[in-house]
């Protein structure tokens, strides 16, 4: 496993050690000791989720305010750009965001620690993502960070119009959010 610090450098690109022939290819997508070997970070992951996007469908800006979670993602099917905004008021890095393209062909990984905004869009049609979260899903604590808050500036990489849910739609921008101290 081979780990990454982004320009945010709590957020960590995780890059597994694949072992492939022409049958097909192996690896271990999460291992808890050697994660916790290269990265110091002791977590304990309580749910993971899974979704299925069509092309140009975007979801986000996705945080709670309190249970905040942890994410580690990954994809399966297709391709996403991933972007993790740090939402935490006293943080060096406040209001700034990173962006990766995660997909089933690199299957890379992106480490996105509480205290942060989360939103992805869909490269490809049928993609699907998987997420472990180090908490629960609190509804009464979910938030979202409006997808195109201009003074965020996010370059989506998107390949068309946007697919937003309503609740994504009536997003708030950063300077009216719930943040993290």
């Not at 935490?88 to 700034?96: A, L, V, W």
């Not at 905004?117 to 629960?136: Q, S």
């Not at 003074?151 to 993290?180: C, M, R, T, Y």
Request: net charge negative; charged share 20%.
């Amino acid at each position: 496993m081979n780990i990454t610090q982004t320009e945010i450098p709590d957020v960590l690109l995780i890059e597994p050690r694949v072992f492939g022939d022409d049958r097909g290819f192996f690896f271990e997508s999460f291992n808890e000791q050697v994660f916790q070997d290269k990265t110091g970070l002791s977590l304990r992951f309580v749910q993971d989720n899974h979704s299925r996007s069509a092309k140009n469908v975007l979801r986000g800006l996705h945080y709670q305010i309190q249970q905040a979670q942890g994410k580690l993602v990954r994809v399966v099917a297709g391709a996403i750009f991933d972007v993790a905004v740090d939402i935490r008021k006293g943080s060096p890095t406040f209001g700034q965001w990173v962006g990766y393209e995660l997909s089933a062909a690199n299957k890379q990984q992106l480490w996105i620690p509480p205290g942060f905004a989360h939103g992805f869009v869909a490269l490809e049609n049928g993609t699907e993502v998987l997420y472990k979260t180090t908490d629960y899903y609190a509804p009464a604590h979910e938030r979202s960070i409006l997808w195109n808050d201009p003074d965020l500036g996010i370059h989506w990489n998107l390949l068309g119009e946007p697919i937003v849910s309503a609740k994504d739609q009536a997003g708030i921008p950063l300077k009216q959010a719930d943040l993290f101290d």
